[in-house]
């Protein structure tokens, strides 16, 4: 009994993985090969999204005649998170700049043709506990607006 029950927690963990990694648009699906390589339609964007540990493929929103998908680049112990958000139209998939605090996000909000991305600062644990402790007080906005991010008004680069 106890081996059917790790086999099919197994099983759920895998189907799990296997719905982080892909997500329908309206325009055709993203996907993450064995590489860790985001695709649209089966080939990768240009340029590509790779990702370090993993990719994780969110919902899209639909923003006028485009689709935007978070992308969650799943990182190591220093950088557990950063982030990409994907345009995808009929003309092909485009993707943000790199962004984020190395932190989880807490939130995610679409506000007319914006998104804004909510999460905490980052310092990581080989940082004192006191500065850990600041950072994860800090409150950091990053908005998505027609293909570019920025926070505090700064383009990120």
Request: aromatic share 8%; charged share 20%; net charge positive.
């Amino acid at each position: 009994m106890r081996k059917y029950i790790i086999s099919f927690s197994l099983l759920l963990i895998a189907g799990a993985s296997a719905l982080a990694q892909e997500t329908s648009t309206r325009f055709g699906a993203l996907t993450v090969n064995d590489d860790k390589m985001l695709l649209f339609k089966g080939h990768p964007l240009n340029p590509p999204v790779e990702g370090n540990n993993s990719l994780d493929v969110g919902k899209p929103y639909q923003i006028g005649a485009t689709d935007v998908v978070l992308i969650t680049n799943n990182g190591g112990t220093a950088c557990p998170y950063l982030y990409y958000l994907v345009t995808v139209s009929a003309s092909g998939a485009k993707s943000s700049s790199l962004f984020g605090t190395c932190a989880e996000v807490t939130t995610v909000k679409r506000t007319g043709d914006s998104i804004s991305v909510y999460m905490p600062g980052f310092e990581g644990p080989f940082e004192s506990e006191r500065k850990q402790l600041r950072a994860a007080r800090e409150k950091h906005v990053f908005i998505f607006r027609a293909g570019v991010v920025t926070e505090n008004g700064k383009r990120v680069k």
